[in-house]
């Protein structure tokens, strides 16, 4: 399959738990990344590999996968985490490169 | 981590051909890595359009494959896109990006992007 999946949009109030979700079978053979996306900004790397964090990006987001669901969890969500979110990985065959539709996440 | 800068038009007519350039800095385009370009139309997500790997293989978007192509210039230390046939559905801010060459994968560098409009 060449898609990856996410929901739209997702709100959490201040200070709670989210979880944003990827979708796609490529997620079985590659481990999803995860961009936040400000407005007027380029992506920014927050999760990459099985659960890595680039320096200077908050311990309050971590990543996981089960099958072929990769989630973005949230813990503690501030104002500043408001932004669109995007999923990445490898096609199944490894030669192209996807991208889920992203996921404009609210924090109320 | 290098640092990505793209040029180019910003402004395109419709039917003609679109060139940006990628200058790398504080990196080698020689360097084991994939050399992408990734759009983003207005208010709309990502969409990769393909990549070039520094020893000049290359992949592309199905979509785009019949009108994009992505050199490496290795005496400049930049890539470059091309893409035919501009419509206005081209419209949007194109970024050029590292993506990994080993595991884990993930884009390690974005450029700040730059705007295109097709229009006559």
């Known amino acids: 399959s060449s898609e990856l999946t996410q929901d739209p949009a997702v709100s959490v109030a201040l200070g709670h738990t989210v979880r944003i979700t990827c979708q796609g079978d490529?997620?079985?053979?590659?481990?999803a990344s995860w961009y936040q996306q400000k407005p007027g900004q380029a992506p920014v790397l927050v999760i990459y590999?099985?659960?890595n964090r680039p320096s200077g990006i908050p311990d309050r987001f971590s990543g996981s996968t089960s099958g072929n669901t990769a989630s973005l969890t949230l813990t503690g969500a501030q104002a500043e985490d408001e932004a669109d979110y995007f999923c990445n990985s490898r096609d199944s065959s490894g030669k192209l490169l996807l991208f889920g539709g992203g996921t404009k996440l609210t924090v109320l | 981590q290098v640092h990505l800068q793209e040029s180019g038009p910003g402004l395109v007519k419709p039917s003609g051909t679109l060139s940006l350039t990628c200058a790398v800095s504080?990196?080698?385009?020689?360097?084991?890595?994939?050399w992408t370009w990734v759009r983003q139309p207005p208010g709309k997500g990502l969409e990769w359009i393909g990549e070039?790997?520094?020893?000049?293989?290359?992949n592309y978007n199905p979509s785009l494959i019949s009108r994009v192509i992505i050199s490496v210039d290795k005496s400049k230390n930049q890539f470059s896109l091309r893409l035919g046939s501009m419509t206005a559905a081209d419209t949007a801010i194109y970024y050029c990006?590292?993506?990994?060459?080993?595991?884990?994968?993930?884009?390690?560098?974005w450029g700040q992007g730059t705007l295109v409009i097709v229009s006559s």
């Open positions: 070039i790997y520094h020893l000049g293989g290359t």
């Open positions: 990006a590292s993506y990994t060459a080993t595991s884990p994968y993930f884009f390690d560098s």
């Open positions: 504080g990196g080698s385009v020689s360097s084991p890595t994939w």
């Open positions: 590999g099985q659960n």
């Open positions: 490529s997620l079985r053979s590659y481990y």
